[in-house]
């Protein structure tokens, strides 16, 4: 017989009725014996009457019969177990092993544990939880890597509660934890681990990575990687870059996010932006254009929409815009100030208003929603001109006139004489 069969042959011999766990009682055997002493005497007395009947058996023998089995002593199988260890090869034990593990350590007393114990050994673990997965798929998770023990462990607890509920997101636990420590971490929300970016209205795509990569601690060249290639990112053919696209608002971000799906997020909140307010997509760079500019220029809430009008009538009658924020946007000036140089007004560039016609080629700066609406609904009224003649509260004056406008650029030089800043130059 060869070693693998010796194995196989005790293994074999074995009863199949389970052992009770050790400490508890044996389970009461069927029968007349299960309602203790009072039996026997019945049984003696049936042992008579069966005997004088010819039966052959002895009294005695009838009330063996009656007895529960002895159980079967486990120490000739663990000797046998002990012997085979001590006298095969190590190829047997080997195959031993590897096919009756449970068995020999229930044989042997060397039952391994299902759980760690505290709250783990230090060394943080980021686990994930997708939208739509369950307790098991939790479970697997944590399992392999490497925070709890084994799968049962934390199963158990799952089962055991079925109201326990999970959030989507990423979670800062630690390796070797309790399978009731790893789920007091999950049902924390002290633990979720998130980057949080606050894109405000009128930002350039420049300052927009900027504070991308501050939150989340990604490199800027990823950030400069995702956005050179603006047909990747679905816009429109006659965008040149992403700005414009990159729509302003506060976004969180899971841990390991990639530049490229951050930046493709902003994108696609533009675009959901616009499908809700009805602007078709052939007409997407259009009104970002219009609105880009309308955020450059607008201070309050009202004017957003006066300005919008300035626009579109000054592109009805033919004029040039001669916006100074498309100007400097185009020969990046950027001092701050709200008068242009000389040179920045000559350039000749395509988002320079004072010598193109027309919009400029697309949007210089980052819309949000109240530039959006007022590009698509500009308010009633005759104005040529505007100029914001107190930058501090943002007072605005709308002309129909030249003459008009000079008074109000006359209003703004005088408060720039009384006033310390650098906006004015």
Known sequence: MSDDDAWDAIFRSQPDT????????????????????????????????????????????????????????????VLGVLVLLLGLGGGAVAYAWANYEPQLREALGWELPNDYEGGGNGTEVLVTIMPGEIG?????????????????AFYDLLLADPSIAFQPGTYALQEEMSAQSALDALLDPANRRESTATIREGLRAGQVIDILSAATGVPIADYEAAIADPAALGLPAEAPTVEGYLFPATYTFEPGTSAAAQIQRLVSE????????????????????????????????????????????????????????????????????????????DADNPYNTYVIEGLPIGPIGNPGDLAVDAAINPADGPWLFFVTVNLDTGETVFSETVAQHEEGVAQLRAWCRDAETSACG
């Open 18 to 77: 389970a052992r009770p766990e050790q400490g508890a009682p044996a389970a009461p055997a069927a029968g007349p014996a299960a309602t203790g002493a009072a039996a026997a005497p019945a049984s003696r007395a049936a042992a008579r009457e069966q005997t004088g009947a010819g039966d052959r058996r002895s009294a005695r023998q009838m009330l063996d019969e009656d007895r529960p089995p002895k159980r079967r002593r486990a120490w000739p199988w």
């Open 136 to 152: 098991s798929d939790v479970a697997t998770s944590l399992q392999e890597s490497g925070v709890t023990m084994t799968y049962d």
């Open 270 to 345: 533009t675009f959901q932006r616009l499908d809700g307010r009805g602007v078709a997509p052939e007409d997407r760079h259009r009104v970002l254009t219009l609105a880009s500019l309308i955020q450059s220029e607008a201070r309050l809430e009202d004017d957003f929409y006066r300005v919008s009008r300035v626009i579109q009538n000054r592109l009805d009658d033919g004029w040039r815009l001669e916006f100074d924020s498309t100007a400097q946007y185009g020969s990046a000036q950027a001092d701050g100030s709200v008068f242009s140089t000389q040179e920045t007004l």
